[in-house]
């Protein structure tokens, strides 16, 4: 039996000087406080109260431990009040890991709103493109984009991620529009060197996935902003999620090539360490960042 209500029950008839008045103010029937209190004096192994048919009356052990009990039931009291305090206060400082060039292009908007909402909390930034360890590094919640693999760590999807294989219009006027990822020129492909192109069916990504393996790209590099660059100047073509891609589409520095072959769209994720409990500045972020980007997301309007 719970100590803590056997606790109460005898503090509660000790006030009140009866059972009877005690089960009135506890919502309990007379019985139940009576055979509380017979538990609490049980696990103590001494009598609390004497009983009469009229009243019940302290022991010189039930003063005693009437003085201990109300010290602890006061501190509990304080403690409850304390933490529901804290956890309807959003502050204190939110560890984030993110992608690099996701952060620079739009994770820098929804943090300055995210604050001006939740001014109580400090963010630490951390940019990488690896994967960052969530739980010995201390990180509350990184951001991933991919194919999530099953893991014991919790993952919210906050927005779809797509592929777009995309060149300029000069690199096409020149080397001419692909049909076929057969026509596709081994050295003219702009490698993002942290892409995952895993064995697959599709004849485009099993393509891709041979030009990486023999090393037949002409420019490989850990980030796609640069090879966006450089796929404008006419160097090559590119595969690079559109939240990269999406503004040089919309303006017609880069096009879409081989639609027909269209990809799978992977996610954008918040990956935290525990699903219950969550601390709420954790808890705040994960609900502003659901809804921020929209679906589709708003770089998607090419």
Sequence with gaps: MDRIETMKAFVTVAEEGSFTKAADKLQLSNQLVSKYVSQFEEQLGVR????????????????????????????IHDMDSYFGELQNTVSGQLSISAPVSFSTLHLSPLIRDFKKQFPLVSVHLELSDRKVDVIEEGVDVALRIGLLKDSSLI????????????????????????????????????????????????????????????????LVANNGEILMTAAIAGEGYILQPTFIVGEALKEGCLVTILDDYPLDSMGLYAVYPHRKLLPPKLRAFLDFIGTYYGDPPYWDDY
């Design 48 to 75: 609390l109260f004497n009983r009469t048919t009229r009243r019940v009356h302290l022991t010189e052990e039930g003063e005693q431990c009437l003085q201990h009990a109300v010290s602890i039931l006061e501190s």
């Design 155 to 218: 993952a919210k999807r906050v927005a779809p991620i797509k592929l777009a294989l995309c060149a300029a219009p000069s690199y096409l006027e020149e080397k001419g529009y692909p049909n076929h990822p057969d026509d596709l020129i081994a050295a003219d492909f702009l490698r993002y060197s942290y892409m995952n192109l895993a064995p697959s069916e599709h004849p485009l990504l099993e393509t891709l996935r041979a030009y990486a393996q023999n090393n037949q790209s002409g």
